[in-house]
């Protein structure tokens, strides 16, 4: 160690003579970096290949069933679970085999147990408010239908619409909450849940079971995962529905017909197009109600959210023109708008994505509308606004909900995590000794 005389008399220590970069600190340095590497492979790599679709797995040869206004979530060998996407719902079950009857469990979730009943399967209960299993006993050879029709027809429809939740569940919850509390017949959500991350979309699933009333999610733009900005459209919803169903489907309630369009990718293509020239073609003359998540024309002077395809952009608009008793609910643009567009009522519901300065900054309000449908009227609707969510509910919803399955689907990012922060804390401790060690060796008396 090298001593300086002067006027302060103390040994000034030097570390020329030391090593400035040790071993122990390349090796930090080299685990810090390894944990950081797989940080970003689990958040910017390969998504996680989906578990396989229900009508993949292992059913008994001779078993085979359909479904109207459900799809299957999971099949087992004497077990059918189903998600239903429209109130009513009719489950056919046949046996091929000749000699032999056999029970199957049926279950359907997604429903409301104010709204329909069981006819078909005497042996059933609801296991929950939303969820139904019914004993199906089914004989050789023969076919079973289980059905859920509604229990009071004559009564008008009554749902809540809303859009654009973004991964902002405070504001989500507290729609839910309003519908678990008011009890409307279902609740629509009108796409851009997940913000791109596949993983999310079951969290969605199981938060909707906390309404206690049926939730009908729609895709929108952000739930195409992986690159929403590039085709084909099909691939990026495949995780969507595998978890909530078709993408585009119609069914009639109570003297409505509900037609769901999926606007999600550039283009709503020919195959889509002419499915909805059909359905709205069919029926005697009612409510229509079409919901999607992008409007076909912005009302914002300058702006243009809409459907990118202008050919189809222009198709559905000359089909919906025509159709008397039509109103078209959409989302995509965080805004609550009410107007008409070349005759057909539009209604942008609005969104549950702000947060407390975002709705500062844009001088507006989460929100949803409440519709009641009397049979063989237009819908009568109510805005009600939602309050923002708080910096410390976002700050929750982070911690609590969106890592914890963000390292479920992603073990090797809770790795990397733990990984960077054990390399540092070390760090810290290792240069928190350095610098006591350097006061130390200041305060030393000068030799003679």
């Known amino acids: 160690m090298s001593t300086q005389g002067g006027l302060h008399g103390r040994v000034m220590p030097s570390w020329d003579d030391r090593p400035m970069i040790q071993r122990s600190d390349l090796l930090l340095t080299a685990l810090l970096s390894s944990g950081l590497s797989l940080v970003a492979s689990a958040r910017w790599g390969r ?11 292992d059913v008994d040869w001779w078993l085979t069933f359909d479904a109207e206004g459900a799809s299957p ?3 087992e ?3 059918i679970v189903f998600r239903a996407h429209s109130p009513e719902v009719r489950i056919r079950l046949t046996n091929r085999r000749e000699g032999e009857s056999v029970p199957i469990l049926v279950e359907v979730e997604n429903l409301n147990r104010d709204v329909v009943e069981p006819i078909g399967c005497v042996d059933s209960s609801w296991i929950s408010p939303t969820t139904i299993a019914a004993l199906c006993e089914v004989t050789a050879g023969r076919t079973v239908d289980f059905l859920l029709r509604d229990r009071h027809p004559g009564r008008p429809a009554r749902f809540f ?3 654009d939740p973004e991964l902002n569940f ?3 919850d507290r729609l839910l909450e309003r519908a678990r509390r008011e009890r409307p017949d279902f609740v629509w959500i009108l796409g851009d849940l997940v913000q791109e991350r596949g993983w999310m979309i079951e969290e969605y699933a199981r938060c909707f079971e906390e309404a206690e009333v049926p939730v009908y999610a729609v895709p929108g733009n952000h739930d195409l995962v992986a690159n929403r900005g590039e085709p084909p459209w099909e691939g990026r919803l495949e995780p969507f529905r595998r978890v909530f169903g078709p993408s585009h489907w119609t069914f009639e309630f109570r003297g409505a017909q509900y037609v769901v369009l999926d606007t999600a990718g550039h283009s709503l293509g020919a195959e889509q197009l002419d499915w909805l020239e059909r359905t709205v073609a069919a029926g ?4 229509r109600l079409v919901l999607t998540h992008k409007p076909f024309a912005d009302p914002r002077p300058g702006e243009d959210h809409v459907l990118e395809d202008p050919i189809d952009r ?13 109103v078209y609910y959409c989302g995509h643009i965080e ?6 567009w070349e005759g057909i009522p539009v209604r942008i519901v609005g969104t549950l994505t702000f947060e407390s300065k975002m709705a500062e900054e844009s001088e507006a309000s989460n929100g949803y509308f409440e519709v009641c449908v009397e049979p063989g009227a237009l819908p009568a609707e109510a805005r009600v606004e939602l309050s923002p969510s708080t910096p410390l509910e976002i700050a929750g919803t982070y911690v609590f909900r969106i890592w914890p399955v963000w390292l479920d689907r992603r073990p090797s990012g809770g790795v990397g995590l733990a990984i960077v922060l054990v390399s540092i804390l070390a760090i810290g401790r290792r240069l928190v000794r350095r610098g006591v060690a350097l006061r130390r060796e200041s305060r030393l008396p000068v030799t003679a």
């Open 161 to 163: 619409v809303a859009s």
């Open 47 to 57: 998504e996680p290949d989906p578990p396989p679709a229900a009508t993949e797995r």
């Open 73 to 75: 979530i999971l099949v």
């Open 314 to 326: 222009a198709r559905l608009i000359g089909l919906l023109r025509p159709v008397p008793d039509l």
């Open 335 to 340: 805004s609550c708008r009410t107007y008409e």
């Open 170 to 172: 405070p504001v989500l």
């Open 77 to 79: 060998r004497r077990r």
């Open 284 to 287: 005697p003359r009612r409510p």
